[in-house]
């Protein structure tokens, strides 16, 4: 047993401090914030880990060094500062990311599939469990519906046992995660997109971005991407796989190629010796066709049958906030999507072209401050009636300013424009300024601090609006 010392109970630190814990080590985190400074998540983790035997000192800078085998530094501390340099005059072991991450794999004695990209990786996770579950196989998922941070839902669900009750592994890998888990080691993994978003997290570069998502591409044996990607791909991965629409195929060999029709979805594939084509049922919507594609990819190269991955897709009923279908309210359509990024978004809003659309969105910023007059521009294209909530989820504060900046990128003058203070408002607001035949659609981030608390938020307000505005 080792006296191991956090420093930070931030989303690094509690994960690293659990799986210490877990390994029979007596570990103390300081944090210099208090437990309510926490969101809701933070806060759920923190009391389970003092029920765990960990103790959490909060408002606490003070550390001998001494007093402890080995520390752990999350990413955030800098080299250059004092708390580094104390450490360093210590001499205390220093617990890296990299052995961490090491802990993890040894923990883990199952294939992994793991799915990263700037979008599409919550959705194509999604699928993938319904494939190989389709095939028969006990799966392990891990993904941003269950929990906003992967590293602490992985780690959690080691110490829950899941690693000896599954055949095989669906990790969604967001930036964050590979940062932590950078040595975890995938039989296959599958890029979605890239494009410049959380580049305040990278200095604003774009290539120290790329080169993190890179990451997957080095650990996994066989990797697959979309073939938007190629360029990036191709000069570190020559044998790499890609799939594509078929409208977007270019001169390049495609191994995976899909073809959206109506109700369904047609694969043909050629990798390795293995050719075939098939269509099968799917009720889904806009982007689901590529990221059921990009499943079915996954599938066909680690061996499932056509049979399994048609059954599958026939079956498949969507996910919470994708495209999610409320119902009809008062003649009204209620449409749930979490899209924020501009393609997810413009290929979310060109589906309801031909609709009289009624829009409610969050508070664009995240932990990456946003143009919010870019969101305004771009739905303006799209949307008869525009209404912005001033809501941070993440700060948990109200920013009227932000919700009159987006407003103000509208640029089509027949666009109806409302700027209120809460998301269950908006929601509300939906009704007064909208009639029957019309789709109210919500899109934005706030799902992602907290899904559950905020789609009440959002359910509240629907209902509240249908009975107000009938």
Not at 187 to 206: A, Q, R, Y
Not at 279 to 294: Q, R
Not at 395 to 401: A, I, Q
Not at 440 to 464: C, F, N
Request: proline share 3%.
């Amino acid at each position: 047993m080792k006296k191991c010392i956090i420093i930070g109970a931030g989303n690094a630190g509690r994960p690293v401090g659990r799986l210490l814990n877990y390994q029979n080590n007596e570990v103390t985190i300081v944090d210099s914030k208090d437990f309510t400074d926490f969101n809701e998540d933070a806060q759920h983790f923190l009391k389970l880990m003092k029920d765990e035997g960990i103790n959490i000192k909060f408002k606490n800078n003070d550390v001998d060094f001494n007093d402890y085998d080995l520390v752990y530094l999350p990413p955030t501390i800098s080299k250059d500062s004092k708390l580094y340099k104390n450490v360093l005059d210590s001499n205390i072991k220093i617990l890296s990311n990299e052995k961490a991450s090491d802990m993890v794999s040894s923990l883990i004695n199952v294939d992994i599939i793991g799915i990263t990209g700037t979008m599409g990786k919550t959705t194509t996770s999604f699928l993938t469990e319904s494939l190989f579950k389709s095939a028969g196989y006990n799966t392990w998922t891990c993904s941003s519906l269950v929990y906003n941070l992967l590293s602490e839902a992985i780690v959690n669900d080691i110490i829950e046992g899941k690693p000896d009750n599954c055949d095989i592994a669906i990790f969604e890998m967001p930036h964050g995660t590979l940062g932590l888990l950078s040595t975890l080691p995938m039989k296959i993994g599958l890029l979605t997109n890239l494009n410049g978003d959380h580049l305040d997290e990278f200095g604003g570069s774009l290539d120290k971005y790329i080169e993190r998502k890179l990451i997957l591409e080095k650990n996994s044996d066989k990797f697959i991407s979309n073939n938007k990607c190629r360029d990036i791909i191709s000069p570190v991965n020559p044998n790499a796989y890609y799939y594509s629409m078929v409208e977007d195929l270019d001169e390049n060999t495609v191994n995976f190629i899909g073809k959206a029709l109506k109700e369904a979805l047609n694969i043909s594939y050629s990798f390795n010796d293995m050719k075939g084509d098939f269509t099968s049922t799917y009720h889904m919507m806009s982007y689901f066709f590529e990221n059921a594609l990009a499943a079915s990819s996954i599938a066909l190269l680690y061996g499932l049958k056509e049979e399994d991955i048609i059954n599958a897709l026939t079956d498949f009923k969507g996910l919470p906030v994708h495209m999610e279908y409320l119902g009809d309210y008062n003649g009204r359509k209620v449409i749930l999507d979490a899209a924020f990024l501009e393609e997810g978004m413009k290929k979310t809003l060109e589906y309801f072209t031909n609709d009289n659309l009624v829009l409610f969105i969050d508070h664009f910023d995240t932990s990456t401050e946003r143009d919010k007059k870019d969101v305004g521009k771009l739905c303006g294209k799209y949307a008869d009636v525009i209404i912005a909530s001033g809501y941070n989820e993440f700060k948990r504060t109200v920013e009227m300013d932000a919700a009159e900046e987006l407003l103000s990128g509208v640029q089509n003058p027949n666009v109806k424009k409302i700027a209120c203070p809460t998301i269950e408002e908006a929601a509300e607001l939906c009704f007064k300024y909208s009639k029957k035949g019309d789709v109210i659609l919500h899109i934005g981030p706030s799902i992602a601090a907290s899904r559950e608390a905020v789609t009440g938020k959002i359910k509240e307000g629907i209902e509240s609006g249908a009975k107000k505005y009938k």
